[in-house]
């Protein structure tokens, strides 16, 4: 017999012996010997009060033993010699939908600009120590895209835009952990997601495709609305008859090659702001209503909150509980920042991007003459701003959060986890008034929400302005651009996703989308 049920432990249970497998005898009614296995479903934290609980949601097997298999079976193939479909770009998008055009019996081409996951961390290195970017090799292109150097979260409100679960499951296949089948909110970790893209394109080798690092696309050869080639860096020219188009929301060139091309694009909305850093035991106090260090059975807290400000909403935007304070920057002379943490979350800071909802046609009439790159221009200008007030370097301007609201600039700044450094600066009139002055309502009311949040203990740092594409690459019902035949747009980079499962299930829809006729 297999009874689905659900219990809680406090902080103090948790720690007991077969805790779970003595609640839930006592909840059935049964014998303890006859419960064979406690299998977790779902594990989540509700510590809204006083006295902190799991949650947990569960499947009891009484004198019954449990599968160990899963319900999913990946099935690749060999398709060495089959149909190809080419691929650009390596983020979750490129290698999702690579895996699944193995599943179906066809040949994955997948072209990506950067490098592989080894050489990429030497041009990590130098963006952060010597100021360096390089345009094809940083936070956001390489290997497994944005997504190998983040915090690796994987909650998605896209619950109907396919198999959540699926997703998870081929993570476990290539090296995940199974927890991430459990947790509420799940996530990896960057130290761990580089291997975990290294198993992802094994796989897809040793089943006949192939991936190409160095290979940034720079031109489509299209014929009678029809793409029939790609053009790279190098010269070399390839033939191609149906392409999935998932280079993530950073690859600005490419919206540019098409703009050029005069092929359908939109101005999208999307949000803007800073990164706010604090000390992550103040985090904890607030949200476990602790004072000194957090019970040891407790992971590093982490936030979210909204509130609308002058019809905009303002929301912390990926929170990275014991993370750090990255460069994000994929072009010389601009700063962006981002946030990551490492599997454990065990840093010291507690950071997330607090951003302003912009409404493209309401918001930006003063870059309408850039058309469908608007947002597009509009995120640069704020870029170069960081960098001149930076320094003109990697350093990112910065000041303590009160200062910031009261319009003062910082005499000295707290300790940071970013590692290039930050100078003070008066971000406080440098932000557009659009952005700044919804930001120092947002936080005011933050502050009440979560008493402690504002203080002189925190930073912010300039700017958090990634968050989603801000243009759309249009596609019809079957996902295929309504004016380039055999052109797919997929994942962040097409406005479809926003985030790592989301990006995934979107690249295998797009797969899917993509053999039909071939």
């Known amino acids: 017999m297999i009874r689905n049920i659900q219990l809680r432990t406090t902080l103090l249970e948790e720690s007991v012996e077969d805790i779970l497998k003595k609640k839930a005898a006592k909840y059935l009614g049964v014998s303890i010997e006859d419960i064979t296995t406690v299998k977790v479903i779902r594990k989540s934290l509700d510590a809204r009060k006083s006295t902190i609980y799991f949650n947990y949601k569960v499947d009891v097997y009484i004198n019954q033993t449990a599968p160990e298999t899963s319900n999913y079976n990946f099935d690749y193939k060999d398709v060495s010699k089959a149909k190809k479909v080419h691929i650009i770009g390596f983020g979750p998008a490129g290698m999702y939908a690579a895996l699944r055009c193995i599943e179906l019996g066809y040949k994955p081409i997948v072209l990506e600009r950067g490098k592989n996951v080894k050489e990429r961390r030497r041009d990590l290195k130098a963006i952060n120590q010597d100021h360096i970017v390089n345009e094809d090799s940083n936070y ?10 983040s915090d690796g979260k994987l ?10 679960r699926r997703i998870f499951e081929n993570l476990v296949y290539h090296g995940a952990t199974e927890q991430i089948l459990i947790d509420a909110h799940p996530h990896i970790g960057t130290n761990k997601l580089p291997k975990l893209v290294e198993n992802i394109r094994e796989t ?26 790609l053009q790279l860096k190098d010269g070399t020219e390839m033939a191609v008859e149906r392409v999935i188009l998932a280079t993530g ?39 476990y209503n602790c004072s000194g260090e957090r019970n040891q059975l407790l992971p590093a807290a982490s936030y979210s909150l909204v509130e609308q400000v002058k019809d905009r909403g303002v929301y912390s935007f990926c929170m990275c509980p014991g993370g750090f304070i990255v460069p994000a920057a994929t072009a010389p002379g601009e700063v962006v920042v981002n946030g990551m943490s490492p599997s454990k979350r065990n840093n010291l800071y507690a950071n997330s991007g ?3 909802e912009i409404d493209v046609d309401v918001d930006l009439h003063k870059y309408d003459r850039f058309g469908p790159l608007k947002g597009l221009e509009y995120q640069k200008n704020l870029e170069r701003l ?18 910031f609201v009261e319009g003062k600039l910082s005499n000295d700044l707290n300790p940071t986890s970013y590692q290039p450094g930050l100078t003070s600066a008066p971000l406080h009139s440098l932000l557009p008034k659009l952005i700044g002055s919804r930001l120092r309502s947002g936080f005011m009311a933050f502050g009440e929400k979560m008493k402690g949040y504002y203080t002189a203990e925190a930073n912010i ?11 759309n690459i249009p596609r019809k019902e079957n996902l295929e651009h309504p004016e380039v035949q055999g052109l797919f747009p997929c994942g962040e980079g097409g406005g479809y996703a926003g985030g790592i499962v989301s990006a995934a299930m979107d ?5 899917e989308a993509a053999i039909v006729g071939l």
Do not use: W
């Not at 690092?213 to 029809?226: G, L, M, Q, S, Y």
């Not at 740092?461 to 243009?471: K, N």
């Open 507 to 511: 690249g295998e829809r797009c797969a």
């Open 354 to 356: 607090i951003v302003v």
């Open 249 to 287: 929301h950073s690859a600005r060139d490419i919206y540019y090659l098409l703009n050029e091309k005069k092929i359908a694009l939109k101005a999208k909305s999307f949000a803007m702001g800073v990164r706010v850093e604090h000390p992550q035991h103040i985090i904890d106090s607030i949200q």
């Open 155 to 164: 909650y998605t409100r896209s619950l109907k835009r396919g198999d959540v």
């Open 140 to 149: 956001c292109f390489g290997a497994g895209g944005a997504g190998t150097y």
């Open 204 to 229: 897809i080798i040793k089943y006949g495709g192939e991936v190409h690092f160095d290979a940034r696309v720079t031109d489509f050869i299209i014929k009678n609305h029809k793409i029939i080639g």
């Open 386 to 403: 960081a960098f001149t007030s930076g320094g003109r370097r990697q350093t990112a301007p910065a000041q303590r959060l009160t200062d």
């Open 461 to 471: 740092v300039g700017v958090e302005s990634r968050t989603s594409a801000p243009v």
